[in-house]
Each structure stands twice: as C-alpha cells, then as structure tokens.
C-alpha cells in the first residue's frame, strides 16, 4: 500500500505530539490549568507544577503529572525537573507561568514584598530556565514560553513593583531569545491584558492594605475601583490565554510575542502611538 505525503505527515505530528513534554508552573489555577488541560486533551506529556498539588488534583485525573514546586526555592526546583527528567528523559517545552502581583504606591510597599514579587516574577522563571536548557541544548530542540504581561509595555500608579518585573521579564526573554537561537530553542513571551484570575483580587487586596490608609489613600481606593471594574468588564476568561499559549506551542516558526486578552493589542498600540504625558493622562482619567 503506498502512503501518501499527507497521510505521512499527519503521522509525524501526531508522534511529535505523543513524545512532547511539557512543564507549566503556576498550575494550579488560571491560565496556567487551562493550559496544562488543553495541552493534555492534545496529546502532550503534561506536568503541572505549583505549590498547592491538592489544588490540581482536576488535573490529575486527566492525566497530568503534578509537581510540587515553589519557584521561589531552589531546591523545590530542582528537585522538581530531576523528577520529571528521570521519569521522561526530555523537556521539550517549558511554560513560565508562575505569577504573583502586588499592588501600592513605591513609598508604602516594604522592599521584602518588592524583592519577593522579583522573585516569583523574574527569578523563579530564570532558574527553571537554567535547569531545563541543557537538556534542550543536548536535544538541540525546545521551546521556552515565558508569561509576562501588557504590564511589561506600559506603567500605572501603584502597580511600580509589579510592572518592573514584567519590564524585566520582556527585557530578559529578548536576550535570552538570540542567546539560544544557536541551539535550535525558541523563547515566545505572552503577554495577556485583563484576566478574570485571583491575580486581580490579590492586586487589589495588597492595595488597600499597603496604601489604603497612607498619604496615597485618595487615589488608590479608586484605583481599587477601577481594577474592580478592569476585571468585570474587561477581563477576559484564562482560556483565551491558554489558547495562546497553545497556538505558541504547537506553531513551526512562533512569533517572538503575543499580545492576547483583554484587550491588550489596543492597550498596547495606543501607547506606541501617544506620547509619554499623553498616555500617563489617558491611564489617570481611568482612575476616577
């Protein structure tokens, strides 16, 4: 019987499917559990790594391999890839998606809380990335898809901690991008806007208990509002996001960035077309 080249071909993407491995941190909930369940329903190797695995025992059922791990220790961390390496032998894919945001203004937010959004944000994601890249180089294959945020292109007030990490994230995934293109590794940064997540309850709550009753108190209640309001009329469902993230994956040539959710392209084409005073007061009338 003679083969035909589609048929061959739909061969070939299914066993490169089947033979894929995946890790995606922050899994436990959000983007990154919509993501792990559309890449298991795909056919990938999923593991699904967080703190809480009680919180992904959903996933589990669904075949997912759950990973306790805390980005911010490095011990959980390694520990974590030498489980999975032991048990699959490959990483093809890793998912930065691990994220923690907190919200007040620069003079009342204690530098241990700065340091330790850094250290979710931007240092967690640069570990793992140490860990799984000489297996990808040895592969001389693989993908690293960082999640970073509309946050790393524009500022807003109260958010200086947050949004510096994000900038941080954009800045250290385009240099880590022409570092491995040698090695046949692509880096994709996502960038979501709006997202109906915890993350924004959190944002919101780390507002008012950090400038709530401070000399920044005016603003930041209604800036409280207004993130309310962000996330019941803007926000868009993880699964938007996750579908990205997919779309990533399973690309051929990825594109280096996508802006997704929430409305982000807009957010973020409108701030390459107005100047820095003229986007600062577009941002502030929002906060009213």
Known sequence: MIVSKFNLKQIHNIYT??????LITGASSGIGKETAKRLINQGFTVYGAARRTDKMEDLKELGVHLISM???????????????????????????????????????????????????????????????????????SGRIVNISSIAGKIGEPHGAWYHATKFAVEGWSDSLRMELKQFGIDVVIIEPGPIKTEWNTIARENLIKASGSSAYKDLALKHVEMLKKIDEKMGAKPIVIAKTIEKAILSHNPKTRYATGGGASLIICVHKLVCDRLFDRIMMSQIK
């Open 17 to 22: 499917l089947m033979n894929k491995v995946i």
């Open 70 to 140: 805390d980005v911010t220790n490095d011990a959980s961390m390694v520990a974590g890839i030498n489980t999975l390496l032991d048990n699959e032998k490959r990483i093809d894919v890793l998912v930065n998606n691990a994220g923690y945001g907190s919200f007040g203004a620069v003079e009342d937010v204690p530098l241990s809380e700065a340091r330790y959004q850094f250290e979710v944000n931007l240092f967690g994601m640069a570990r793992l990335t140490q860990l799984v890249l000489p297996v990808m180089r040895a592969q001389h």
